[in-house]
T-cell receptor, first 115, second 113 residues
Framework: DTGVSQNPRHKITKRGQNVTFRCDPI?????LYWYRQTLGQGPEFLTY????????KSRLLSDRFSAERPKGSFSTLEIQRTEQGDSAMYLC?????????????FGQGTRLTVV | AQTVTQSQPEMSVQEAETVTLSCTYD???????LFWYKQPPSRQMILVIR??????QNATENRFSVNFQKAAKSFSLKISDSQLGDAAMYFC??????????FGTGTRLTIIP
């Protein structure tokens, strides 16, 4: 296992189109997190899963955003009716919870540009 | 709500010198974790160092060390013998228990050869 994998790395879409991103976590990690990072800012939390259960969603996650983690493996983040304000880097991270101090490992992110 | 503040948007240091990055945070919790993450231009976030709030001893990892002042809610990162590969964005982050990370806005570190 080589770490957290995110696809695609880059996505350019027209305003109003739907987009879907995929995250494959480290296989033994049962926690999976999505963050959004705009230029010059730190990552902002969007949502997280423990196995297949979505445990928390940020207020940033409008009704145009939906995330799933079927079977507790990979996760998808879908944005419907994209807006220019959705342009950002979308980061995925995973961690185990066998010990409370385990670190989160991040993927390289998916850069979304809405034109 | 927990907040993390990094007041230095940019810092620069001569190669081989020492630099300190500042971070303050706000929380009413007593049990939490603090982290410094490095994000090079390739954009993948990498953990630099971690501090458990219940530990009084400051964490160290090779050339990286922290100054954790719990009462002052301060968590600074010291990088000794700076190297060109240390150039990156550095983010301070807070985590309560097994929950999400809350990040600061970052400090861009430039290494001057």
């Amino acid at each position: 296992d080589t770490g957290v994998s995110q696809n695609p790395r880059h996505k350019i879409t027209k305003r109003g189109q739907n987009v879907t991103f995929r995250c494959d976590p480290i296989s033994e990690h049962n926690r999976l997190y999505w963050y959004r990072q705009t230029l010059g800012q730190g990552p902002e939390f969007l949502t997280y899963f423990q196995n297949e259960a979505q445990l928390e969603k940020s207020r940033l996650l409008s009704d145009r955003f939906s995330a799933e983690r079927p079977k507790g493996s990979f996760s998808t983040l879908e944005i419907q009716r994209t807006e220019q304000g959705d342009s950002a880097m979308y980061l995925c991270a995973s961690r185990g919870i066998s010990k409370s101090n385990t670190e989160a490992f991040f993927g390289q992110g998916t850069r979304l540009t809405v034109v | 709500a927990q907040t993390v503040t990094q007041s230095q948007p940019e810092m620069s240091v001569q190669e081989a010198e020492t630099v300190t990055l500042s971070c303050t945070y706000d929380t009413s919790e007593s049990d939490y974790y603090l982290f410094w993450y490095k994000q090079p231009p390739s954009r993948q976030m990498i953990l630099v160092i971690r501090q458990e709030a219940y530990k009084q001893q400051n964490a160290t990892e090779n050339r990286f060390s922290v100054n954790f002042q719990k009462a002052a809610k301060s968590f600074s990162l010291k990088i000794s013998d700076s190297q060109l590969g240390d150039a990156a964005m550095y983010f301070c982050a807070y985590r309560r228990g097994n929950e999400k990370l809350t990040f600061g806005t970052g400090t861009r570190l430039t290494i001057i050869p």
